[in-house]
């Protein structure tokens, strides 16, 4: 079974950097080839939001407009792991975030972050922008 786990939250100052992981296990043969990553986040009493969408395979990577320019996904496939590098931070960037796995999913031009296009999830890790 595909397990994920986040690391790399923390508390940050507005305007700084946070470099999050999302690293693959327990799947045999496990490529992010196949495999696009998303990242979510939970801000305290609202609904999980699609972040990014990452593909490696060649299907394209897409951001939602408010992370734009600021977040960059990329993937080290000898590592199983995904990042999101995330500068500029911003309050409310503030929340939970989690990585999630959906299989075959082509990422360039994907915009619904719908929860049921991806199979497995991470445990989430938390990130707070605060001054």
């Known amino acids: 079974q595909l397990q994920l786990v986040e690391s790399g939250g923390g508390l940050v100052q507005p305007g700084g950097s946070l470099r999050l992981s999302c690293a693959a296990s327990?799947?045999?043969?496990?490529?992010?080839?196949?495999?696009?990553i998303g990242w979510f986040r939970q801000a305290p009493g609202k609904e999980r939001e699609g972040v990014s969408c990452?593909?490696?395979?060649?299907?394209?990577?897409s951001y939602t407009d408010s992370v734009k320019g600021r977040f960059t996904a990329s993937a080290d496939n000898a590592k199983n792991t995904v990042y999101l590098q995330m500068n500029s931070l911003k309050p409310e960037d503030t929340g939970v975030y989690y990585c999630?796995?959906?299989?075959?999913?082509?990422?360039?031009?994907?915009?619904?972050?719908?929860?049921?296009?991806?199979?497995?999830w991470g445990q989430g890790t938390q990130v707070t922008v605060s001054s």
């Open positions: 999630a796995a959906g299989p075959m999913l082509a990422c360039d031009g994907y915009t619904t972050y719908d929860e049921i296009d991806f199979a497995s």
């Open positions: 990452f593909s490696h395979g060649g299907g394209g990577t």
């Open positions: 327990g799947f045999t043969g496990f490529t992010f080839d196949y495999y696009a």
